[in-house]
């Protein structure tokens, strides 16, 4: 998570359902260093220690100890520190975690760019988990067959197509054809023509 979300009860709220997190610290949030670990240097990672949060309120909601990690990282030459419930992981894993996070960033924002759900059929919380489970998983099964059929249309092309298609018989592959290297649905004998050029 990114340093927005730092909320110390909520995340001693992931540390008692034996979840872990890695979370960017704010500069302001008060540390005390308890242990040092032995880092190697070489990795990016430029220390890794055990600390306690020292602010009285934030030591009342998250009474445990923390590790935090700082990372150099040599491409953009920026300095990244860590907290994290997690001591058993290397440090260099903890901080490839984080970077990890804009993936899924990206991978949500995508979602919510092409897989628009314009209208929620049901309002309570288990009707809107189980629509946004189904759009995830259409977007799964719909990666899976691009990369099995080896298809050069991106994901969003592919849905397109679909979507056209969804109640004709047409086998997926007819379907996915491409057609002057443009991915157009393929009219089926049975539908009218409305304009013959």
Same mark, same amino acid.
């Given at each position: 998570?990114?340093?927005?979300?730092?909320?110390?009860? !909520?995340?001693?709220?992931?540390?008692?359902?034996?979840?872990?997190?890695?979370v960017r610290t704010?500069?302001?949030?008060?540390?005390?260093? &308890? +242990?040092?670990?032995?880092?190697?240097?070489?990795?990016?990672?430029?220390?890794?220690?055990?600390?306690?949060?020292?602010?009285?309120?934030? %030591? /009342?909601? +998250?009474?445990? %100890?923390?590790?935090?990690?700082?990372?150099?990282?040599?491409?953009?030459?920026? &300095?990244?520190?860590?907290?994290?419930?997690?001591?058993?992981?290397? %440090?260099?894993?903890?901080?490839?975690? +984080?970077?990890? &996070?804009?993936?899924?960033?990206?991978?949500?924002?995508? #979602?919510?760019?092409?897989?628009?759900? /314009?209208?929620?059929?049901?309002?309570?919380?288990?009707?809107? /988990?189980?629509?946004? !489970?189904?759009?995830?998983?259409?977007?799964?099964?719909v990666a899976i067959i691009r990369k &099995?059929?080896?298809?050069?249309?991106?994901? +969003?092309?592919?849905?397109? #197509?679909?979507?056209?298609?969804?109640?004709? /018989?047409?086998? #997926?592959?007819?379907?996915?054809?491409?057609?002057?290297?443009?991915?157009?649905?393929?009219?089926?004998?049975?539908?009218?023509?409305?304009?013959?050029?």
């Open positions: 998570m990114d340093r927005g979300y730092v909320d110390c009860e !909520r995340l001693y709220g992931f540390t008692l359902r034996s979840a872990f997190f890695v704010k500069s302001n949030v008060l540390l005390q260093r &308890r +242990y040092s670990h032995a880092v190697d240097k070489t990795t990016g990672v430029r220390s890794d220690h055990t600390v306690i949060l020292t602010a009285i309120d934030s %030591a /009342k909601v +998250y009474p445990n %100890a923390l590790r935090r990690v700082s990372y150099l990282d040599v491409e953009t030459g920026k &300095r990244f520190k860590f907290l994290t419930n997690n001591f058993t992981l290397p %440090a260099l894993t903890i901080a490839h975690i +984080y970077k990890c &996070r804009w993936q899924v960033e990206l991978f949500f924002q995508w #979602i919510k760019q092409h897989l628009r759900i /314009k209208a929620f059929f049901g309002t309570s919380e288990n009707a809107v /988990k189980t629509q946004i !489970r189904i759009v995830v998983s259409v977007y799964v099964l &099995r059929l080896s298809l050069p249309a991106s994901l +969003y092309q592919i849905l397109q #197509i679909l979507s056209g298609t969804l109640f004709e /018989k047409t086998p #997926i592959l007819q379907a996915l054809q491409a057609s002057d290297s443009d991915f157009e649905v393929l009219h089926s004998g049975n539908q009218l023509i409305l304009f013959d050029f």
